[in-house]
């Protein structure tokens, strides 16, 4: 499938339950080594700094330090057996249904998952 044209709009909000929407409309070239996402990544800046230019009291000119976006640190995987250990600390029906059944089922822990929660709350 070829990419003719990326189009990107935004709603921004400006205080008081309204909003002002931005886009734009770009056409990708016809060569090969254009590559969509950075067309789209460049049409998104774009439509930020249009709207910073038309509302500069809703985006206030600060140092460049303070306009990155800080990550969040990194979530680490310590796997299998923390997830048995947060299984075993469980102590009430609710603990146990907080665990995410993906993860569970990841690390081949249903069968351990269960007899914990049947030891909470037996099956009449």
């Known amino acids: 499938m070829k990419v003719t044209s990326i189009s990107f709009m935004q709603t921004f909000p400006t205080g008081n339950f ?17 590559q969509t996402d950075e067309v789209f990544s460049y049409a998104k800046e774009l439509v930020g700094n249009a709207f910073k230019a038309l509302n500069p009291a809703l985006s206030p000119s600060l140092p460049e330090q303070q306009t990155q976006i800080h ?3 990194p979530v680490i995987d310590r ?4 997830l048995k250990e947060v ?10 249904y907080r665990i995410k059944d993906a ?12 007899e914990k929660l049947e030891k909470i709350k037996p099956i009449p």
Do not use: A, F, W
């Open 18 to 34: 309204s909003n002002q929407k931005l886009g734009i409309e770009i056409e990708v070239g016809d060569d090969e080594q254009t």
């Open 71 to 73: 990550q969040p640190p």
């Open 79 to 82: 796997g299998k057996e923390t």
């Open 87 to 96: 299984i075993d600390d469980c102590t009430t029906e609710e603990e146990m």
């Open 103 to 114: 993860d569970i089922v990841r690390y081949g822990l249903t069968g351990y998952y269960i």
